[in-house]
């Protein structure tokens, strides 16, 4: 399986980005997509992610109420809009997809098998 994400720019604070992750290849086995991102000098940490069946979508706090997670299974994409968005908000993000797993388990990165690049967000004050 194979990830792209786009959509990453610069952005003033309280402005709206919306990323996107295209995944191609041996896809059948996704159940769930996720967004991870890791701010400058820091550990990647979880944001969102979206389970196939049934459409859950999972946030991390830090995010809720600003960040909303869809996808297409159809289509074996997923995006991130982001609103509101803080300059603590400023930090690579991921794209990744993983088989079957825990829905509480969502936020670990052991949760998933493939990775996109990565794209960058920056968010200016």
């Known amino acids: 399986v194979q990830l792209q994400a786009f959509g990453g720019g610069l952005v003033q604070a309280g402005g709206s980005l919306r990323l996107s992750c295209a995944a191609s290849?041996?896809?059948?086995?996704?159940?769930?997509m996720g967004w991870f991102r890791q701010p400058p000098g820091k550990e990647r940490e979880a944001v969102a992610a979206?389970?196939?069946?049934?459409?859950?979508?999972y946030y991390a706090d830090s995010v809720k109420g600003r960040f909303t997670v869809s996808g297409d299974y159809a289509k074996n994409t997923v995006s991130l809009q982001m609103n509101s968005l803080k300059p603590e908000d400023t930090a690579v993000y991921y794209c990744s997809s993983g088989g079957r797993t825990y829905r509480s388990l969502w936020s670990r990165e052991s949760s998933y098998d493939y990775w996109g690049q990565g794209t960058l967000v920056t968010v200016s004050s």
């Open positions: 290849g041996r896809t059948f086995n996704n159940y769930v």
């Open positions: 979206i389970y196939w069946s049934g459409a859950s979508t």
